[in-house]
């Protein structure tokens, strides 16, 4: 079946530091892939996605490109805030895309 | 903009009482879902639903019960609760494009968070 590997955390970075998240994937056919982030105490909301192979996803400085050699879609951003402190999780939808499959998610706190 | 509501946001139970989570949407949503979040773990689809009146199961359904008699509402109920349903839970909701298919694009609700002891 489908499944998505992250990067093991938590994740602590200083304030302007680089980010990259790790995310790789196993599916069927040929999935979307997806980055979700939730703020404390929030549910997940959208982050970026990418539908197809090479595609880039973007949004609020972050940025994930789809590779479907490597089977990855590794989160990145170039300058981190201590706003973007929260839970970032990778998932695909295959198939009939009725459902999401998620990785385990990652734990990301920026110190100033 | 209301999107996406859940009740209550917090419970306790006892082992083998019951009791039914609320999620509400008004955005005219086709597609909802229920998740468990569980450390390390991520989120786990336990039951969904393409339209009122069609329900199916998850990947951990075993314990939770759901029907869609509207639109707007999806209701999760536990019949009997155990300790290994202490989770936070959510609620989600998408609509498919054009081709009737999901794009993945949910939408959830702030989350439930139980504790059966």
């Known amino acids: 079946g489908d499944s998505v590997t992250q990067m093991e955390g938590p994740v602590t970075l200083s304030e302007e530091a680089f980010l990259t998240i790790n995310c790789t994937y196993t599916?069927?056919?040929?999935?979307?892939l997806f980055w979700y982030v939730q703020y404390p105490g929030e549910g997940l909301q959208l982050l970026l996605k990418?539908?197809?192979?090479?595609d880039k996803g973007s949004n609020k400085g972050f940025e994930a490109t789809y590779r479907k050699e490597t089977t990855s879609f590794h989160l990145e951003k170039g300058s981190v805030q201590v706003s973007d402190s929260a839970v970032y999780f990778c998932a695909l939808t295959s198939g009939s895309a009725r459902q999401l499959t998620f990785g385990s998610g990652t734990q990301l706190t920026v110190l100033p | 903009n209301a999107g996406v509501t859940q009740t209550p946001k917090f419970q306790v139970l006892k082992t083998g009482q019951s009791m039914t989570l609320q999620c509400a949407q008004d955005?005219?949503?086709?597609?909802m879902s229920w998740y468990r979040q569980d450390p390390g773990m991520g989120l786990r689809l336990i039951h969904y639903s393409v339209g009122a009146g069609i329900t199916d199961q998850g990947e951990v359904p075993n314990g939770y019960n759901v029907s869609r008699s509207t639109t707007e509402d999806f209701p999760l109920r536990l019949l009997s609760a155990a300790p290994s349903q202490t989770s936070v839970y959510f609620c989600?909701?998408?609509?498919?494009?054009?081709?009737?298919?999901?794009?993945?694009?949910?939408?959830f609700g702030e989350g439930s968070r139980l504790t059966v002891l």
């Open positions: 955005m005219n949503h086709e597609y």
């Open positions: 989600a909701s998408s609509s498919p494009n054009r081709q009737g298919q999901g794009t993945g694009e949910l939408f």
């Open positions: 990418a539908t197809k192979a090479d």
């Open positions: 599916a069927t056919g040929y999935p979307s």
